[in-house]
């Protein structure tokens, strides 16, 4: 409205991946590796009356939020009967919608990736750590992890250089297929058979100090400054055109 530059991507696009299952569903359709997912509306319950096999372990998410919020070990849970009742307290307690995800146990790796008006560029897989354990098997980076900092980074490439380089050109495609802008990043589950599956999309990262892009940056030698004016640079970039 009164064009002051704005240092994220565009209001729809954020919208959008905001909403898990839309993203979901759409990358679904573009071939991209995506957990099989099913969603609950608290006003309707599963919608296309479609809900997980009985058996299966999935992780439930509310379906609009981000940094780990609503998310505990209990969240991971094997469908039955009686899950449905845990989903609509879940609901009720956020009062949004749940996306129920076929749970990933093994890796878990976050991407960043940088997106100016003419190119885009990820940066290396950072493995997450927890208590010194690269691989977190049914752990996941909950909201009480996440939030006091009970986690350390690593660079996935000790793991597997392969996989690492093919995740570093998938999050470049992924990100430039959803619209995002000057910084975003890409997580990942990794299974035992190294496939990766996407879990989350952020279009505004964090960037403090003990999250991943400052990891990264130190990675390179370079200071929290330079994650500042990396960003201040992408956003710029974008008034050429």
Known sequence: LHNILCASSDPYTVSFARNKFHWYCFLKEMGFPIC?????????????????????TVILKVNSESSSIGLTHSNIVEYNLTTDALIVEMSK???????????????????????????CCSLFPAGISVENN??????????????????????????????????????????????????????????????????????????????TFYYEYQEFGLTYTDVLDTLIGLTLSWESL
């Not at 099989?36 to 299966?56: D, H, L, M, V």
């Not at 129920?100 to 790796?109: A, C």
């Not at 909201?143 to 995740?167: C, Q």
């Open 93 to 119: 307690k956020f009062n949004q919608d749940v996306i129920v995800e076929k749970f990933i146990s093994g890796f878990e790796t976050e991407v960043p990736v940088l997106i100016s008006a003419t190119e």
């Open 134 to 211: 690269k691989c977190l098997g049914n752990r996941i980076l909950d909201y009480d992890i996440r939030g006091n900092h009970k986690f350390n980074h690593y660079n996935f490439h000790e793991i597997s250089p392969e996989l690492a380089a093919s995740l570093e050109y998938l999050t470049e495609d992924i990100a430039t297929a959803i619209g995002i802008k000057n910084m975003g990043r890409i997580d990942y589950r990794i299974d035992s058979m190294d496939n990766a599956y996407i879990t989350d999309i952020a279009t505004n990262p964090h960037i403090t100090k003990s999250m």
């Open 36 to 56: 099989p997912s099913w969603y609950f509306s608290k006003r309707n319950g599963w919608i296309a009356k479609k809900c997980p096999p009985i058996g299966e």
